[in-house]
């Protein structure tokens, strides 16, 4: 069974906006951190923002801070990404990480695309 599955990716403008989310069916995932990564062929696989359980912590990448901004609704079993002032830079495979409890699941992935 799937523990996690990303969606809301998609191909914008330079300067444009996305929200990608993130959802898990059980109730594991209420108690699970979350992270976003990403991934384009150019470079590995990098971390790009965190959310603690409980919403309470949260961590970006320097290259993100400013214009991404991490959530979580837990009644919803979902965690956000929203990204503002997207860059051609942010072009890539955008992953949901949920670990805890000795799991880490991953998602399949979203494509994201700016265009300059």
């Known amino acids: 069974q799937a523990q996690v599955m990303e969606s809301g990716g998609g191909l914008v403008q330079a300067g444009g906006s996305l929200r990608l989310s993130c959802t898990a069916p059980?109730?594991?995932?209420?108690?699970?951190?979350v992270g976003w990564f990403r991934q384009s062929p150019e470079k590995e696989r990098e971390f790009v923002a965190s959310?603690?359980?409980?919403?309470?912590?949260?961590e970006y990448a320097d290259s993100v801070k400013g214009r991404f901004t991490i959530s979580r609704d837990n009644n919803k079993n979902t965690a956000s990404l929203q990204m503002n002032g997207l860059k051609p830079e942010d072009t890539a495979v955008y992953y949901c990480?949920?670990?805890?409890?000795?799991?880490?699941?991953w998602g399949q992935g979203t494509q994201v695309t700016v265009s300059s």
């Open positions: 959310i603690s359980w409980d919403g309470a912590n949260t």
């Open positions: 059980g109730p594991s995932f209420q108690s699970y951190a």
């Open positions: 990480r949920s670990r805890g409890s000795g799991n880490d699941y």
